[in-house]
């Protein structure tokens, strides 16, 4: 469980207080520790979260750590420091402008999820990743792909890190084989068992989609 002050976590153990900015009448709320990662599925047009710890132990993130510590006693700090070193191998690199406007793009003209806030945006004309199309991109970009899509076009799954801004595709079917995601039919129509249901929560959900592409809103 962690305690929070609106939406700041008070974890800095030798903090006072006055320093944590706590006055009289102040509220503090008690919640679950949840360490989000957002999927979103273009197929059934929803997204849910999963808690960090639980993605990687069903094995469908892999997480690399860019380094390790200088030793000595952790501090509240250090750990900050280590949750930031933590990448994930299925991660596009940064500089891969193509690969992130594809994935905007193919969430922007999903029509009911949500991402889309209605701003006219610039898009380049990109709408495959596959190997003849990949020496085009690099001509024109000068990247390169590291490998060809997982999914067919419109059965993309996404996953968005709101913590470091990571984002990248998984196979959709390796996810419904772990059985990480499950489809099922309602009212005629597919969707995922696991999709986020409570509105204030989807809410949030895409606005932490909408920060990691760097998307403002009004």
Not at 22 to 41: G, K, R
Not at 99 to 119: D, Q
Not at 142 to 161: C, M, W
Request: hydrophobic share 35%.
């Amino acid at each position: 469980q962690i305690l929070k002050l609106g939406e700041q976590v008070l974890k800095h153990k030798q903090k006072t207080m006055n320093e944590h900015g706590i006055v009289a009448n102040s509220v503090l709320h008690l919640e679950e520790d949840f360490d989000p990662i957002v999927f979103v599925d273009i197929k059934c047009n929803t997204l849910w979260a999963v808690d960090r710890k639980q993605v990687v132990e069903q094995k469908v993130l892999t997480p690399i750590r860019s380094g390790s510590g200088a030793g000595g006693a952790d501090t509240d700090d250090d750990e900050d420091a280590k949750d930031n070193m933590v990448h994930y191998k299925e991660a596009i690199r940064d500089s891969d402008k193509v690969t992130r406007e594809t994935i905007l793009k193919n969430m922007y003209e999903a029509p009911s999820l949500g991402v889309n806030p209605h701003m006219v945006l610039e898009k380049h004309q990109v709408t495959s990743l596959g190997v003849q199309e990949a020496d085009q991109i690099k001509q024109l970009w000068h990247v390169s792909l590291k490998e060809v899509r997982r999914n067919e076009k419109g059965a993309e799954l996404y996953f968005v890190d709101p913590k470091t801004k990571a984002i990248g595709e998984l196979s959709r079917q390796n996810c419904l084989n772990r059985r990480f995601m499950t489809v099922v039919e309602e009212k005629g129509n597919l969707t995922i068992s696991e999709r986020e249901q409570d509105v204030e929560k989807y809410d949030k959900y895409v606005s932490y989609i909408r920060k990691s592409f760097g998307i403002e809103t009004s």
